[in-house]
């Protein structure tokens, strides 16, 4: 059973920046890739960030130039550097694996104050 463990959320200032980091138990021979997806209260959850098995990275518009996704094969870790903050970042950041199915990770809070 693939399990997903986030890291790395918290209270920031409009401008700061945080590194989340998302550690899967085990991959499959299946796998599309990894990602990221936020929520905020009342809205959909929306895709961020990924990266594919063979290293192509895709981002949101609104994080392009300001967030960097990769990826450590030796430790089965993702990452997800965030830059220059706003507000409107805020929310539930969520991890993803995807392989025949999707596997959510717990989520992590990202709160950023203006």
């Known amino acids: 059973q693939v399990q997903l463990v986030e890291s790395g959320g918290g209270l920031v200032q409009a401008g700061g920046s945080l590194r989340l980091a998302c550690t899967v138990s085990k991959t499959t021979v299946t796998e599309i890739g990894m990602g990221w997806h936020r929520q905020a209260p009342g809205k959909h959850r929306e895709l961020v960030a990924m990266?594919?098995?063979?290293?192509?990275?895709v981002y949101a518009d609104p994080v392009k130039g300001r967030f960097t996704i990769s990826r450590d094969n030796a430790k089965n870790t993702i990452y997800l550097q965030m830059n220059s903050l706003k507000p409107e970042d805020t929310g539930v950041y969520y991890c993803?694996?995807?392989?025949?199915?999707?596997?959510w990770g717990q989520g992590t809070q990202v709160t950023v104050s203006s």
């Open positions: 990266i594919t098995s063979g290293l192509i990275t």
């Open positions: 993803k694996y995807q392989d025949e199915f999707e596997h």
